[in-house]
C-alpha cells in the first residue's frame, strides 16, 4: 500500500463558514456528512487551496474570509514520502496572501504548485462538456503545472505578455497609432512560450485516455468509443506564423485572436461532437471520466497518488457505483479521498464494507465533529 | 485624529501624504519640528523646498542633477563613447557604487508597460536615438531588469538602434536589477558590466 502523501491535520480560521475548526483525518478514506450549505464543500475547498494557492472555483480570495471578517488562516499538515510538511496559508487586509512551507514563506506561490498533488471532482465539472474551451483548457493546464514547474512558468509569462499584447492592440485602436516594431516585441516574447506549451499539452493528451479508467470503475453510459482530441492552431504552424498571418485581424478586433490561448479539446462519443449529442447522463459520466484521468495521470507523474476530494459524486454515481469507483482506487495504489454526502447512513454503510481506514465527521454550521462508530 | 490646530493638522496631512508614513508617525514628526529650534526647523523645510526646486534632469542623460548637465556628463575622466542605459536614478547609484564603469548614461524613466499606461513616449528613448545619432556613442549596452516589461523595453530600443552604426550589449542574465539593483551585490554587479556579451534577439 502506498501512502506517499497524505493531510493529517487541518485547520481552519475563519474560512468560509469555520470560525476556528480543526479536524484529524484518516491516511485513507474521510467523508463529511450534513445538509447542503453547512459546510461540507468548504472543507474540500480548503484542502485544495493548502495544496493550489486558490479556490477550485474562480473565486476571488476577498470571498474566501468568514462573514464579518476580513481574514483567514489556512493550516495543513501532510505526510509526504514520511516527510511532515506543515503548509500554511494567510490573507489579511491589504496584504497580498501569503504561503508558508515548515515556517518558510515562499517568494512565489508557484513554486509550491505540485508539491501537493490534489484533484477536485465536483458536479460542476459537467461544464468540461458543455462549457466553453476555457474550461477545457483549465483542466489541462491544471494538471500540467502540478506535473512540471516549468510548465506553469511558462503559462504565467505567456499570459503576461498576452496581457500587454492585448492592451496595447487596444491603444493602437483608441489612437489610431501604430507601431510595428513594439508589437514585434511582445509577439517574440510569446514564440518560445507557446512552442513550449504546445508540445506539453500535445505530448500529454497523446498519453491521456479517459475511457479506460472510466470503463473499469463501471461509470455508464461510457461503452461507446470516446475520443479527446487536441486542436491547436500550432499544430499547422509555428507561433510565430500564426501572429504574422493574424496581424491584421488583431489589428481590427484589438485583441490577440489566434494563438495558445484559443486551443481546445475536441471531446468525441462516437466520432459525434458530444456537447450537442451527449444526455445528460452521458455529460456527468464523461466528465467523471475526464477527472480520473487527471487523477491516474498525476498518480503516473507523481509518483504517488493524489489527494482526491469527492464532492457529492453520488450526484452522479449511485451508491453501488461509488462503491465500485472507491475500491477500484483501492486496488491501484490507494492514495487519500476526502467526500461529502448528504446521507450519513449510507456514507457509513459504504465506508465500512470498504474495509479501509476511515473516518467519518457531521458537518453542522461551521463546525466538524467526528462520528465515533460504537 | 482630532487637532486643536489647523496649522498641524495640515502639516500631519502634508507628512502623511508620504509614502510609507501613517498619520501617528506623521504626528510624531510633526511635533519633533515643533519641540525644534526654529531655526532647525525652517532649515529643514528650505533644504527640502530648495531641492524640489533647484533639481533637474540632465539634457543629456536625464540622469537627476543639480546643473543643466549632470556631474557625469561633465567629468571629462568619463569615457562618452560608450552609454549604459538603465531604467531610474537608482540603478545609476547602484552602477556607480561597484566603481568598475567608467562610461556614460542613458536614464529612460522606467520601462514600456501598455497595462500601466507606459509607452515608448512616455520614456526618453527618442533622446537616446538622438543622442546615437550625433556619433560619439560607439557602444550601448543595456542594463534594463529581465522581466517581461524590460526585455520589451531592450528589444525596441535595439529596433530602434539597429540601422544606426553602434554596439549593442547588455549585461550578464542573473544579475538582479531593476527595482533590485540598489540591493545587487557590488562585486557582482562590476563584473558583469565589465564582461558584458552583444545583445542578441532570438531568431524565428
Ligand atoms: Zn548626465
Known amino acids: ?374 | 485624529m482630532n487637532f486643536s490646530s489647523k496649522l498641524i493638522e495640515q502639516a500631519v496631512e502634508a507628512f502623511a501624504g508620504l509614502p510609507g508614513i501613517g498619520r501617528k508617525t506623521a504626528l510624531r514628526l510633526v511635533l519633533h519640528l515643533i519641540q525644534q529650534e526654529e531655526e532647525v526647523s525652517l532649515h529643514f523645510a528650505e533644504t527640502i523646498a530648495g531641492m524640489r526646486k533647484g533639481i533637474r534632469y540632465c539634457s543629456t542623460c536625464f540622469n537627476l542633477s543639480d546643473e543643466a548637465q549632470c556631474a557625469i556628463c561633465r567629468d571629462p575622466r568619463r569615457d562618452p563613447s560608450a552609454v549604459c542605459v538603465v531604467e531610474s536614478i537608482r540603478d545609476v547609484m547602484a552602477i556607480e557604487d561597484t566603481g568598475q564603469y567608467r562610461g556614460v548614461y542613458h536614464v529612460l524613466g522606467g520601462v514600456i508597460s501598455p497595462i500601466e499606461g507606459i509607452g515608448p513616449e512616455q520614456l526618453q528613448i527618442d533622446s537616446l536615438v538622438q543622442r546615437v545619432r550625433e556619433g560619439v556613442v560607439q557602444e550601448v549596452i543595456l542594463a534594463i531588469s529581465p522581466t517581461i516589461e524590460g526585455d520589451t523595453t531592450m528589444f525596441y530600443l535595439s529596433r530602434q538602434l539597429q540601422e544606426l552604426p553602434v554596439r549593442i550589449s547588455t549585461i550578464a542574465r542573473g544579475v538582479s536589477f531593476g527595482g533590485e539593483l540598489e540591493y545587487a551585490d557590488e562585486f557582482t554587479l562590476g563584473r558583469s558590466i565589465v564582461a558584458r556579451i552583444p545583445y542578441k534577439l532570438q531568431d524565428e
Not at chain 1, 461510457?222 to 485581424?249: G, H, I
Not at chain 1, 466528465?287 to 509518483?303: D, E, H, I, T, V
Open chain 1, 1 to 374: 500500500m502506498n501512502e506517499s502523501l497524505h493531510l493529517e491535520t487541518l485547520r481552519l480560521l475563519h474560512f468560509k463558514n469555520y470560525e476556528d475548526a480543526s479536524l484529524t483525518c484518516s491516511s485513507q478514506l474521510n467523508a463529511f456528512v450534513g445538509l447542503n450549505g453547512m459546510g461540507k464543500t468548504n472543507l474540500l475547498e480548503a484542502i485544495y487551496y493548502l495544496c493550489m494557492c486558490r479556490s477550485p472555483r474562480a473565486v476571488a480570495d476577498r470571498h474566501l474570509p468568514r462573514r464579518g471578517s476580513d481574514f483567514f488562516r489556512l493550516e495543513g499538515l501532510f505526510r509526504r514520502h514520511g516527510r511532515q510538511e506543515a503548509i500554511t496559508a494567510k490573507l489579511r487586509p491589504g496584504k497580498k496572501k501569503t504561503f508558508e512551507r515548515n515556517g518558510k514563506p515562499y517568494d512565489l506561490l508557484s513554486e509550491h504548485i505540485g508539491l501537493l498533488p490534489v484533484v477536485f471532482i465536483a458536479p460542476e465539472d459537467t461544464q468540461l462538456i458543455t462549457g466553453g474551451s476555457e474550461e477545457r483548457r483549465r483542466l489541462l493546464d491544471n494538471t500540467l503545472s502540478q506535473l512540471h514547474a516549468e510548465y506553469l512558468q511558462q503559462l504565467i509569462t505567456y499570459n503576461k505578455v498576452l496581457d500587454q499584447r492585448n492592451r496595447l492592440l487596444k491603444q493602437f485602436a483608441e489612437q489610431q497609432s501604430f507601431d510595428a516594431g513594439l508589437l514585434d516585441a511582445y509577439d517574440r516574447q510569446l514564440w518560445g512560450p507557446a512552442d513550449y506549451l504546445y508540445r506539453e499539452r500535445e505530448r500529454f493528451l497523446a498519453d491521456c485516455n479517459p475511457l479506460p479508467i472510466a470503463r473499469a470503475c463501471r461509470i455508464p453510459r461510457t461503452q461507446v468509443p470516446f475520443q479527446v482530441r487536441y486542436r491547436s492552431p500550432l499544430q499547422e504552424r509555428s507561433m510565430a506564423d500564426c501572429l504574422r498571418e493574424n496581424r491584421d485581424k488583431d489589428r481590427l478586433l484589438a485583441r490577440t485572436t489566434a494563438g495558445i490561448h484559443k486551443d481546445d479539446l475536441d471531446l468525441l462519443l462516437d466520432d459525434s461532437p458530444v456537447k450537442r449529442y451527449a444526455s445528460q447522463g452521458q455529460t456527468k459520466s464523461l466528465a467523471l471520466g475526464l477527472k480520473l484521468a487527471q487523477y491516474r495521470m498525476l498518480q503516473q507523474g507523481k509518483n504517488t497518488p493524489p489527494i482526491l476530494l469527492l464532492d457529492d459524486l453520488f450526484d452522479k454515481l449511485d451508491t453501488e457505483r461509488v462503491g465500485s469507483l472507491l475500491a477500484l482506487l483501492r486496488e491501484q495504489a490507494f492514495g487519500q479521498v476526502f467526500l461529502t454526502d448528504t446521507d450519513e447512513a449510507r456514507v457509513l454503510d459504504l465506508l465500512h464494507s470498504m474495509g479501509a481506514a476511515h473516518r467519518t465527521f457531521r458537518i453542522q454550521d461551521g463546525t466538524a465533529s467526528p462520528i465515533v462508530m460504537a
